[in-house]
């Protein structure tokens, strides 16, 4: 054993003194070791595949996992919004699944994590070993919080059921394991029995609207609960949703003199799986407003996004209402494939990425989509502008088929504003995104014309020579021209989510991949479009 030992240790002195030597070496030598040069973007002509960052901060979206149906209110208390989610992973467990998460804002655009608030089942077997979309309300009189959710569990006699959790704190929450509330018991069903909603009505009372159908069949329903204290609650009857379509995740609320309910309807086609709304002078008359016929608000039967949109509930802080959904992820081999793969013929992707806009009211009640007012202030570096590639172009005005101006790559955040105005009624023109000047695909928000001009409606198209064309079930909804021709735009990029407002009555929300290092440009497809104030700024 000495001797072996003794042996060794004048090659293990050698390494150690070659080793203290070579590093004495490299510290006296004056070379410095540098990286390979950065890629120069702005002399490339080439289409970049960029990756998205792990976590979005103005469209929300964890580092992990995504953002499922927002659950959001206004804590009164603490002076915030507060907004919980359906905390959605690839792999999640086959019971276990969906906790509530949550963030917290006081603008709509800036977030802070506060982690966990409801954790799903303790094990296979309970009631609510999965979580199911629901609402959270502060009772100042009592100084609780309530959270009423769906507890869900295909394995139970009912797969869903409504049921509650208190806390004192917004941290530390309580189940009330005594209490749930069964659909069969009331003539609904056991398998949809889900997504209920709080607020007082214009009878002083607590209403709670569950997405539900009856346990004999047929269409489904809305069912209507009142409470006078928030935990014993009558059933006060069902109104209608549309037709046979499933109409999940009901918001009501009163803004001036008018109520509304907006929902998503659930059908998986084309036309389908899209926010709407329905408004009334009262709430007798709003359940009524689903009746046949149907009493549509304007003139697109309520709708206000594009299918990139999905899940809205609303909040408001006393002087502004917000409403947050996700933005589906999309699936594909490369930023083409995903681009293209919106769900046509059935449903695009569950969850994504946190959406908030501004509910703007109109003065005829109708109500809008706009812009967060706080984005622009967030978005504040302006950006050098650059035009690398043009035709048809000249002084602000783009002529002749085929025209575009086409400007310098994108960050992963950006704001695109700018002032469009066509010179006829039936001037098309698109803002393309994921552009170069060798991109034998990329993507297009044109602002098409309908009803031989006298309309407008946002397309989504995978324009270049390899292009597809118009991409179904991804685009917007027909407005009106405006009178004067003129389109005020705002776009709103983080990452690969993407917001286009147009005027105040024009929102569209779609993912687009690839944004970020590619170029962008305006583009007309025949007449004549002036571009004015075009900005882009960065955070």
């Given at each position: 054993?000495?001797?072996?030992?003794?042996?060794?240790?004048?090659?293990?002195?050698?390494?150690m003194?070659?080793?203290?030597?070579?590093?004495?070496?490299?510290?006296?030598?004056?070379?410095?070791i540098?990286?390979?040069?950065?890629?120069?973007?702005?002399?490339?002509?080439?289409?970049?595949?960029?990756?998205?960052?792990?976590?979005?901060?103005?469209?929300?979206?964890?580092?992990?996992?995504?953002?499922?149906?927002?659950?959001?209110?206004?804590?009164?208390?603490?002076?915030?919004?507060?907004?919980?989610?359906?905390?959605?992973?690839?792999?999640?467990?086959?019971?276990?699944?969906?906790?509530?998460?949550?963030?917290?804002?006081?603008?709509?655009?800036?977030?802070?994590?506060?982690?966990?608030v409801?954790?799903?089942?303790?094990?296979?077997y309970?009631?609510?070993?999965?979580?199911?979309?629901?609402?959270?309300?502060?009772?100042?009189?009592?100084?609780?919080?309530?959270?009423?959710?769906?507890?869900?569990?295909?394995?139970?006699?009912?797969?869903q059921?409504?049921?509650?959790?208190?806390?004192?704190?917004?941290?530390?929450?309580?189940?009330?394991?005594?209490?749930?509330?069964?659909?069969?018991?009331?003539?609904?069903?056991?398998?949809?029995?889900?997504?209920?909603?709080?607020?007082?009505?214009?009878?002083?009372?607590?209403?709670?609207?569950?997405?539900?159908?009856?346990?004999?069949g047929?269409?489904?329903?809305?069912?209507?609960?009142?409470?006078?204290?928030?935990?014993n609650?009558?059933?006060?009857?069902?109104f209608?949703?549309?037709?046979?379509r499933?109409?999940?995740?009901?918001?009501?609320?009163?803004?001036?003199?008018?109520?509304?309910?907006?929902?998503?309807?659930?059908?998986?086609?084309?036309?389908s799986?899209?926010?709407?709304?329905?408004?009334?002078?009262?709430?007798?008359?709003l359940?009524?407003c689903?009746?046949?016929p149907?009493?549509?608000?304007?003139?697109?039967?309520?709708?206000?996004?594009?299918?990139?949109?999905?899940?809205?509930?609303?909040?408001?802080?006393?002087?502004?209402?917000?409403?947050?959904?996700?933005?589906?992820?999309?699936?594909?081999?490369?930023?083409?494939?995903k681009?293209?793969?919106?769900?046509?013929?059935?449903?695009?992707?569950?969850?994504?990425?946190?959406?908030?806009?501004?509910?703007?009211?109109?003065?005829?009640?109708?109500i809008?989509?706009?812009?967060?007012?706080?984005?622009?202030?967030?978005?504040?570096?302006?950006?050098?502008?650059q035009?690398?590639?043009?035709?048809?172009?000249?002084n602000?005005r783009?002529?002749?088929?085929?025209?575009?101006?086409?400007?310098?790559?994108?960050?992963?955040?950006?704001?695109?504003?700018?002032?469009?105005?066509?010179?006829?009624?039936?001037?098309?023109?698109?803002?393309?995104?994921?552009?170069?000047?060798?991109?034998?695909?990329?993507?297009?928000?044109?602002?098409?014309?309908?009803?031989?001009?006298?309309?407008?409606?946002?397309?989504?198209?995978?324009?270049g020579?390899?292009?597809?064309?118009?991409?179904?079930?991804?685009?917007?909804?027909?407005?009106?021209?405006?009178?004067?021709?003129?389109?005020?735009?705002?776009?709103?990029?983080?990452?690969?989510?993407?917001?286009?407002y147009?005027?105040?009555?024009?929102?569209?929300t779609?993912?687009?991949?690839?944004?970020?290092?590619?170029?962008?440009?305006?583009?007309?497809?025949?007449?004549?479009?002036?571009?004015?104030?075009?900005?882009?700024?960065?955070?």
């Open positions: 054993m000495n001797t072996l030992i003794i042996n060794k240790l004048p090659n293990t002195m050698t390494v003194s070659l080793c203290l030597a070579a590093i004495a070496l490299f510290s006296c030598s004056d070379d410095k540098v990286g390979d040069p950065a890629k120069d973007w702005s002399s490339s002509e080439e289409r970049y595949t960029p990756v998205d960052e792990n976590a979005f901060l103005t469209y929300f979206k964890p580092a992990l996992g995504r953002v499922g149906d927002p659950m959001p209110f206004y804590d009164q208390k603490a002076g915030n919004f507060k907004v919980m989610y359906l905390q959605d992973y690839d792999d999640n467990a086959k019971y276990c699944f969906h906790p509530y998460w949550g963030v917290q804002t006081t603008d709509g655009c800036n977030y802070q994590s506060i982690g966990e409801l954790a799903v089942g303790s094990n296979d309970q009631q609510d070993a999965a979580l199911g979309t629901g609402c959270c309300y502060y009772n100042e009189s009592e100084g609780l919080y309530y959270i009423y959710y769906t507890g869900e569990n295909p394995d139970c006699k009912d797969r059921v409504v049921m509650r959790a208190t806390s004192t704190d917004f941290k530390t929450w309580t189940r009330d394991n005594l209490w749930q509330l069964h659909g069969p018991d009331y003539g609904y069903s056991g398998w949809d029995f889900r997504d209920p909603q709080i607020f007082v009505a214009d009878d002083g009372l607590y209403h709670m609207v569950i997405s539900t159908a009856p346990s004999y047929g269409d489904p329903k809305f069912a209507d609960f009142k409470s006078a204290d928030m935990k609650w009558e059933h006060v009857g069902q209608n949703m549309v037709w046979e499933m109409c999940e995740c009901p918001d009501v609320f009163k803004m001036g003199d008018w109520w509304y309910l907006v929902f998503s309807e659930g059908q998986a086609v084309n036309w799986r899209k926010m709407k709304y329905v408004k009334a002078k009262s709430w007798e008359e359940k009524a689903l009746n046949d149907k009493v549509w608000p304007d003139y697109k039967e309520g709708v206000l996004d594009s299918r990139g949109f999905y899940a809205g509930k609303t909040a408001s802080n006393g002087t502004d209402r917000y409403i947050w959904g996700w933005c589906p992820y999309r699936s594909g081999a490369d930023i083409d494939a681009n293209v793969n919106v769900g046509a013929g059935g449903e695009p992707n569950w969850g994504g990425a946190l959406v908030c806009h501004k509910i703007i009211q109109h003065e005829d009640g109708t809008s989509l706009g812009e967060v007012p706080a984005m622009a202030a967030k978005y504040n570096k302006q950006q050098n502008l035009v690398v590639a043009s035709n048809g172009y000249d602000s783009l002529t002749g088929e085929g025209a575009y101006v086409m400007f310098n790559r994108l960050g992963y955040h950006n704001h695109i504003s700018m002032t469009v105005k066509t010179e006829g009624d039936a001037d098309r023109f698109g803002i393309s995104l994921v552009r170069s000047a060798n991109a034998k695909k990329y993507y297009t928000m044109m602002v098409n014309p309908e009803a031989g001009g006298a309309k407008r409606k946002v397309n989504f198209e995978q324009e020579e390899e292009g597809k064309g118009f991409i179904e079930a991804i685009d917007g909804y027909e407005v009106p021209r405006p009178e004067d021709n003129t389109y005020q735009i705002d776009i709103y990029t983080d990452n690969s989510v993407c917001v286009m147009i005027n105040d009555n024009v929102c569209y779609n993912r687009i991949y690839g944004i970020q290092n590619n170029n962008w440009s305006i583009n007309s497809y025949g007449g004549a479009v002036t571009v004015s104030n075009v900005k882009v700024t960065q955070y």
